[in-house]
């Protein structure tokens, strides 16, 4: 089959063949790969920035973000059957630890991350996955139609759910980048909340967009913004900030916009975080760490999903085209999430 | 009456005569102070580090740690009447904005902090206060044997109170620092879950006392301590790191001791914490803020300390000896709280 | 002024002349009445079943559903001004106790019930209430259009607001009863979950009228409608059924159409729940009451409200045609809520 | 192998000899059996009472509380090894379901109860469960010591577990029966809460061993019991209620005794609860389901037996001796619980 292997670091990726996956495992998953997902995070992995923390050994297939159809199951699988449509899990996880005996699959303690860690991913015709990484569809819903759900979605919807019990009427919440995950979490808050959204983007493009999936108000990140956010909060700050950037001095702004007795979700990646302990005491403020989310929430999300109440622009591009879908992705040249469609 | 009066910041405060405060407005209590605790914060205060934040207008008495017996009243108090034993919430509050309401009474859009904030303290004969800080303790209990819970008490029991439902069997809770607050919390750890307890601190005395009072185990902070502490957790950390120090270093090490999934909690100040969000988002981890506590928290350390399952360690002076309690602290000599005693 | 009074049980009220309030107290506040909702409560009082539970001296003056203007307020009150638009929360409490200071005022160990405790009622020009029952409004609020909230409306949203961390997507909720509480609890589920709502009623009007207001699917109560919320569910019945009747079978057949390690919240009253204890843990049920709200549950209503995210369907009367109002809500005759107006 | 083999309804069970299980699929696990709990749950199957609800084929093997070592496993299998000392989880659960998934197994939609469901259960050589249900113990762990947790003890923990939200200090937690898991869930209560604990029950020698346990107070059931929890709490009853029994009346006293806003805990069975709503929704009162646990609540219950904080008392019988110890546990002769040995 066709794959899109990494051979070496700051190189591009080459398609090329290899031999088809199989199931070995009594758990085992062959998935017919119906969409994979471009993400940034595949730029990083080119660019070598998580070659220390997930060690792959190159060439492997990249490709964290994948939704199809079941080709071939193991004999202990009975969750799922040949044909079935399903979304998957971007962590399979062993369903025997703590973590995932508590609902934390992600913190599984014999986790792995296909496309990331040293496992073959999705950007390709075939996937090795497990059969608790599958959440079965209905069988109406294209894959390429909700693949970016498997990484993007979950990861907005997980830090969402988690901030819901902070956000009741009176509330606000501000969201730091209305990208990728961003325009997913306003979809997110605006189903599960009645909080003041207020939206803050370098982008006025993307914050039109947001009014459209529920921004109550948006701010145009142009150096006055964390001002503006106070203001707009009567010089109080937001009881949750949720950042989608967290890099680029965004992170101790998005601190800075929380209220008293406030949390400041941190979603993206990239910056550090300078903050005296006195300003965390004084005013009793949490910091919240935020990765990837359960096997649920991302059940729960395609339960909104196919109710029409989170959409995704998608662009498609054949598997053949891998390489420009990377490249249009690194020039800010894709509206919404670029998709690989085999 | 005499008071310990702050005149100007970098001198020593004056003990002098000033007229006793009276029963003003309805809501309004003059307690007969009992006990007075010394704080470090009353060093800071005079060290002038409080100015910008309290702006208090010199010279005013300090003293933010007080218990005693109710003295006068004013017309609409119900909750206590004269001649009642009581110690005192640091922050009088309002009852009627969203965070009292909700039963955060350290929110209090219009709390005060007499000692610290531009209102006379408790170092003195009398004090004056309200009635929703008031809590009625047994008759038979003497306040100088309790004021230190008035605030050091308050901060560890609630940070505690935070973080009990993380506490499950088979955890593990670090404590930085068993000094004043750390021994009431190491007590209240013991007391409200069974964690396992391991407490660091630089002084070996201290952590004697530390496996008295309930720790598991103990860890001399030498250098070599964010290892110790990994190693005796499998190289993973503890589920909730309580931070008493927070400053010098502290900081970093709590955030590092703390395992995936965790919980850093915030207590002590001084210190700039510096993290960088990947390290926060790939571990998932929390900083939590706090500070003080909640009316109920206090009620709630009160039951402990008079079922005995909180103890302090005092040491008395008169309140004429101000001064030496407040030199003997500075000079590291007071084993345990001074406490003033009328 | 002119007031609403009952003299005997099971005779009409009277509308007669009684001395206006005044403030006495230093937190007592006088509400000039700008609109009283007529509650089947009132008939209830009427008919005695309050005498025994609540013993007032009789005259007095009914009503516990009250909006309308501040007229004279006490010395220490803070909150509101002469002038300022409010709702009243129906149970002015003490503030100090440890339910008030744990956010819980209707669990007040202090706390009456004007207009149906031995306190006079807001059927009438004025009434006389107290600080921490004032709920302040943006003035160009009309009282008459929200009062319905200040009892019906309050105890809908208190019991939605518990039962959302149950209500993920994905889940079901069963509401009994579409009328004055049943239609305000349906468009809280609405702003506040994505779960999804099936309403049953036995009045095919009051359906239509949930459709429109939020409800996924409706089940007209006709014998046969605990079957079909079961088909509608699998067999397994919803994770929650908030129950507006509970009375008349419907106790029973509610917690019959409640799921597995699902809750059965009880807010209407009149029946009496008989369960086998083998029922109950073999499936793990709960069975939640709930009773009125608190004062913050208040306030996050009427936010909704003043965002049009939950409308009522009020009648207006003026205040001499209470009477008529009463004998209408007894026949059957008033859609939505008869409201008083002076 | 020798089993004990239920062959008829109201007769006793048969030993005899059966062949071995094998582990046929690859998440099989075959336990050499160290101990098996003899619980009335075992009367009661016998006497029929769970046939028309398990629908057991007979005959079978009962015995549904075991430890002991690992045996065989099948090729999956990755999380215990033959030698392994093990406590069983006693329903083997899928860890595909959205309960596995949340953290309880015991509401799996494809769990089973081996002894009472249609499945050979442990008091028997060898027993057959799965990988999901194998807690790993120390090595140095006798089985015997700790079989009767697993059914008898995972129960009491959930329950303590679910209640240590609600009792802070300050709080009442009334017990009723201090038999075979009320003793368990006293110890689970003072190791996990500083609340005040009352235990009623009919038998002063049970209420001895309470006292040793933990209890703060004991009340013997004999008709004015009600009161005197009423009594001790200052007439407001106790803000938890566990009530190990449920039956006979105790499931309607023990609603009686909880306070306003309290919750009433069933865990025991048998009895019928009948309760006017208007009692529920007049003090907002909480009834609360119980069954079983979940596996990580079996896992750390184990933490707090390891280190000494619930101890059982148990008399060893050999298995051989199961009708002895059946015959003996029916005729009230067992104290603590009866084991077999093999």
């Known amino acids: 089959m066709k794959a899109v292997r990494l051979h070496d670091y700051h190189q591009d990726p080459v398609i090329e063949e290899v031999p088809e996956p199989t199931a070995q495992?009594?758990?085992?998953?062959?998935?017919?790969?119906?969409?994979?997902g471009v993400c940034r995070t595949d730029l990083h992995i080119i660019e070598g920035q998580w070659a220390d923390a997930m060690q792959p050994a190159?060439?492997?297939?990249?490709?964290?973000?994948?939704?199809?159809?079941?080709?071939?199951?193991?004999?202990?699988?009975?969750?799922?059957?040949v044909g079935d449509t399903v979304i998957l899990h971007p962590q399979p996880?062993?369903?025997?630890?703590?973590?995932?005996?508590?609902?934390?699959?992600?913190?599984?303690?014999?986790?792995?991350?296909?496309?990331?860690?040293?496992?073959?991913?999705?950007?390709?015709?075939?996937?090795?996955t497990s059969a608790r990484a599958c959440v079965k569809l209905d069988p109406s819903t294209?894959?390429?139609?909700?693949?970016?759900?498997?990484?993007?979605?979950?990861?907005?919807?997980?830090?969402?759910?988690?901030?819901?019990?902070?956000l009741h009427p009176g509330t606000t919440c501000a969201v730091i980048g209305a990208g990728g995950l961003g325009h997913i979490g306003i979809q997110c808050l605006a189903a599960l909340t009645?909080?003041?959204?207020?939206?803050?983007?370098?982008?006025p493009d993307a914050l039109k967009l947001a009014e459209q999936l529920g921004?109550?108000?948006?701010?145009?990140?142009?150096?006055?913004?964390?001002?503006q956010v106070l203001?707009?909060?009567?010089?109080?700050?937001?009881?949750?900030?949720?950042?989608?950037?967290?890099?680029?001095?965004?992170?101790?702004?998005?601190?800075?916009?929380?209220?008293?007795?406030?949390s400041y979700f941190v979603i993206g990646?990239?910056?550090?975080?300078?903050?005296?302990?006195?300003?965390?005491?004084?005013?009793?403020?949490?910091?919240?760490?935020?990765?990837?989310?359960?096997?649920?929430?991302?059940?729960?999300l395609m339960v909104l999903a196919q109710a029409g109440k989170v959409t995704l622009h998608t662009k498609a591009y054949p598997l053949d085209g891998a390489l420009e879908a990377l490249h249009d992705l690194d020039a800010g040249e894709v509206r919404g999430r670029a998709i690989l469609v085999p």
């Open 58 to 81: 190159l060439p492997y297939t990249i490709g964290h973000e994948n939704a199809g159809w079941v080709h071939e199951v193991g004999s202990a699988v009975t969750n799922v059957a």
């Open 215 to 227: 921004a109550d108000q948006t701010v145009v990140a142009d150096g006055g913004h964390v001002d």
């Open 269 to 300: 990646y990239g910056g550090t975080l300078t903050v005296p302990t006195l300003d965390i005491i004084s005013t009793e403020r949490n910091i919240v760490g935020n990765i990837v989310g359960s096997y649920n929430d991302l059940a729960e």
């Open 194 to 203: 009645a909080t003041r959204i207020i939206v803050v983007d370098r982008n």
């Open 25 to 36: 495992g009594p758990l085992d998953v062959v998935v017919k790969v119906g969409g994979a």
């Open 231 to 262: 203001e707009l909060t009567d010089g109080a700050g937001a009881e949750v900030v949720l950042d989608f950037v967290a890099e680029q001095g965004a992170e101790n702004e998005g601190f800075a916009m929380t209220r008293r007795a406030g």
């Open 93 to 128: 996880s062993c369903g025997l630890c703590r973590a995932c005996r508590a609902g934390q699959d992600m913190h599984c303690s014999d986790g792995y991350f296909p496309g990331l860690s040293d496992n073959d991913g999705g950007m390709a015709e075939y996937l090795l």
């Open 142 to 166: 294209r894959p390429q139609d909700v693949a970016a759900l498997a990484d993007a979605g979950i990861t907005a919807y997980h830090a969402v759910r988690k901030a819901v019990p902070l």
